[in-house]
């Protein structure tokens, strides 16, 4: 699976968008794009995924860019509850081959949302 | 909906002693199941990861061990604990394809 760069840590008002870039120049054609965000102490939680369509759903968007290269998570109304550490992960799909998936975890960024 | 349940949430264990980790699905079927664990301050690793029962892969060697006895039960074991065995265990659970790995809440082994 390609891999990924992130920035160690952000800050983002509280009511305004957060804008959490990611790049993975090597990534593959049948590679999608996943977020997940990690709450101190609990376990990820998914937050969307994609191909190289932009998607929408109820926590996030995800906008990819023309060549795959590089994404942005954008949470649009950022609250305090947003606080978290994000991750951005590449991985081909579950079927066959010898990763099953396999989720490759990074540093990932901290997201701080102040009031 | 789908659900994922994992306990104890917190463990301490002498080192030497046995460990048991129980994870259960519900909600679906057949689903790919994974063990990862994230040590302080680290990112998460995979340790396990089964396709179906009785089906298991190590990811990595290590003092530990996992069983699928049923199709939605994920068990993550050890004979003797390992300082190097503390931190913080994660199931997660996925269909095929490319949908979305869901975890749940954790374990956090402390080793004494």
């Known amino acids: 699976d390609a891999k990924t760069t992130q920035p160690t840590s952000m800050d983002c008002a509280e009511g305004r968008a957060a804008n959490l870039p990611c790049n993975h120049s090597?990534?593959?054609?049948?590679?999608?794009v996943y977020w997940y965000r990690q709450i101190h102490s609990q376990g990820p939680q998914y937050i969307i995924h994609?191909?190289?369509n932009n998607e929408t759903n109820e926590m996030a968007s995800l906008i990819i860019t023309e060549d795959r290269k590089s994404s942005t998570l954008i949470l649009p109304h950022a609250t305090l509850r947003d606080t978290a550490v994000y991750y951005c992960?590449?991985?081909?799909?579950?079927?066959?081959?010898?990763?099953?998936?396999?989720?490759?975890f990074g540093q990932g960024t901290i997201l701080t949302v102040h009031p | 909906s789908q659900t994922i349940h994992q306990w104890p949430a917190t463990l301490v264990q002498p080192v030497g002693s046995p460990l048991s980790l129980e994870c259960t699905v519900e909600?679906?079927?057949?689903?790919?199941l994974y063990w990862y664990r994230q040590a302080a301050g680290r990112g998460l690793q995979l340790l396990f990861y089964?396709?179906?029962?009785?089906?298991i892969s190590s990811e990595v060697p290590q003092n530990l061990s996992a069983s699928r006895p049923q199709d939605r039960q994920f068990i993550l074991s050890s004979k003797k604990l390992l300082l190097s065995d503390s931190g913080f265990y994660l199931c997660?659970?996925?269909?095929?394809?490319?949908?979305?790995?869901?975890f749940g809440d954790g374990t956090r082994l402390s080793i004494l």
């Open positions: 997660a659970w996925s269909t095929a394809g490319y949908q979305p790995q869901h």
């Open positions: 090597t990534i593959s054609g049948n590679e999608y």
């Open positions: 994609g191909l190289k």
């Open positions: 992960i590449v991985r081909g799909s579950n079927a066959g081959g010898t990763s099953y998936g396999k989720l490759t």
């Open positions: 909600g679906t079927s057949n689903p790919n």
């Open positions: 089964s396709v179906g029962i009785g089906q």
